[in-house]
């Protein structure tokens, strides 16, 4: 079985915003995949399919970012997933507007939804999307900056690379994920 997790904060005031990109591969995911997100537990909402002949569970945790690990370790207990088989995918201020960077371990960098799986899990190795948001120009708090939406200008670059962090789980399901490192890390 393999979990998905998509950061993001909970509700329409943060729907669409940068710090929310983990949600909408997850949605994107659901679409592609025909997998609704109805089920309601462990302080996250999800959804499970079979895909490529393995059980994958699509959640979105919705107790605010900085309490991700609090819906997480739950689920991955009440399922019994090991952390290999876990996927996380967020923002990340350190790459620029459509970057993708996948990895297999390392520290929070810096973010709260990072920090507290970290802590939840007990282990920095688990798998990782990392989406490109780029950080302010203009002197604009970070805070603010991560809940801000999308310019104009950036909104189909971010399209786009929702769409390829969804491809990049896909070839998940049926490659290593070191192998689809290699073939999105370009």
């Not at 789980?169 to 370009?186: A, D, G, H, R, Y």
């Amino acid at each position: 079985m393999k979990v998905i997790v998509g950061l993001g904060n909970p509700g329409p005031k943060y729907a669409e915003t940068r710090h929310n990109i983990g949600f909408m591969v997850i949605d994107e995911l659901a679409n592609r995949w025909n997998i609704s997100l109805t089920q309601s537990k462990f302080k996250g909402q999800f959804g499970q399919g079979l895909i490529n002949g393995e059980k994958v569970i699509l959640v979105k945790p919705l107790t605010y970012m900085n309490l991700s690990g609090e819906c997480v370790r739950p689920l991955l207990d009440y399922y019994k997933v090991d952390i290999e088989n876990i996927y996380v995918i967020y923002d990340d201020l350190d790459l620029p507007v459509g970057k993708l960077r996948l990895r297999q371990k390392g520290s929070a960098g810096g973010h709260n939804g990072i920090k507290s799986l970290i802590q939840h899990l007990q282990t920095q190795q688990f798998n990782r999307v990392r989406m490109g948001i780029d950080r302010p120009t203009n002197g604009q708090p970070i805070s603010d900056y991560v809940l801000g939406k999308f310019t104009a200008e950036e909104r189909p670059i971010v399209r786009e690379s929702v769409e390829q962090a969804a491809k990049a789980c896909e070839e998940s399901m049926k490659t290593p994920f070191l192998q689809v490192m290699n073939t999105f890390n370009q």
